[in-house]
């Protein structure tokens, strides 16, 4: 009888040292765990998150969506008259610090037009007097030549923002060039914007004051938003290569 009771203590000894070493590993491994913060969200994983956004927008058969008319790039001798044709309107009837609002062929464009079910996907801000567009991509900022940007485009609305003159342009471009070479704002997508970071359509509107540093998805700026926020002085149509022609009424602005 001795015996057991002395093993029976035995018994609930070691298990409560056991039980005291497993509580000790839960409270080592809970102290170590870091708390989980949007600043802390790596750049790639955003990337996959929206990779799956995409994939899932396609598994649910969104083929009447809008945002797949463009999703296939269209080459050859009449799309590049075609092109050439854009180029010829927007250096006619562009100025510095205007809006290039496009449906493009990178994969981001698919993202995004597909996921919004919209025709457009891009925003890129023109400089006139060099024949470049600032544009913000997945990389950074960068400056494109304007016949490259219209190669990668399925279609583009030349843009003028409200209050635009030669002089208010060229201080929206020179604002935006001193945000070259920045990062791509993958958190402002979803709606928690930085305030050194940029995306497309966001950058173009910081450019000419609009806030653009809103938190909550409500306030994500959506590249068709800036058809309303100024005047259309050319609009292309889908790629179907025929060359677009230029409106007779149009006046060139610089």
Request: glycine letters at 10%.
């Amino acid at each position: 009888m001795f015996l057991d009771s002395t093993s029976s203590a035995l018994r609930k000894e070691d298990h409560i040292q056991n039980y005291a070493k497993k509580d000790e590993h839960v409270h080592s491994f809970l102290f170590q765990l870091k708390p989980v913060t949007l600043t802390g969200v790596k750049a790639n994983r955003i990337k996959y998150l929206l990779r799956a956004t995409l994939c899932l927008a396609i598994l649910f058969g969104l083929g009447g969506c809008a945002g797949f008319h463009g999703a296939i790039r269209k080459t050859g001798p009449e799309y590049e008259a075609e092109i050439q044709s854009w180029q010829r309107a927007i250096e006619g009837k562009g100025g510095n610090g205007m809006w290039l609002v496009t449906r493009g062929y990178r994969g981001g464009d698919n993202l995004v037009a597909i996921s919004t079910c919209s025709y457009f996907s891009h925003v890129g801000i023109l400089d006139h007097d060099r024949n470049v567009v600032i544009e913000s991509l997945w990389p950074g900022n960068v400056e494109t030549p304007l016949g490259d940007f219209l190669r990668i485009s399925h279609r583009v609305v030349l843009i003028q923002p409200k209050g635009w003159t030669p002089e208010t342009g060229a201080n929206a471009l020179t604002k935006v060039r001193t945000q070259l070479g920045k990062k791509y704002d993958f958190l402002g997508l979803i709606g928690f914007p930085s305030s050194n970071r940029w995306y497309c359509s966001e950058l173009a509107a910081w450019s000419w004051d609009r806030q653009s540093d809103r938190f909550g998805p409500w306030h994500v700026i959506h590249p068709r938003r800036h058809l309303k926020m100024g005047r259309t002085l050319f609009k292309s149509g889908p790629r179907d290569g025929q060359p677009d022609e230029i409106p007779s009424a149009s006046i060139p602005l610089r």
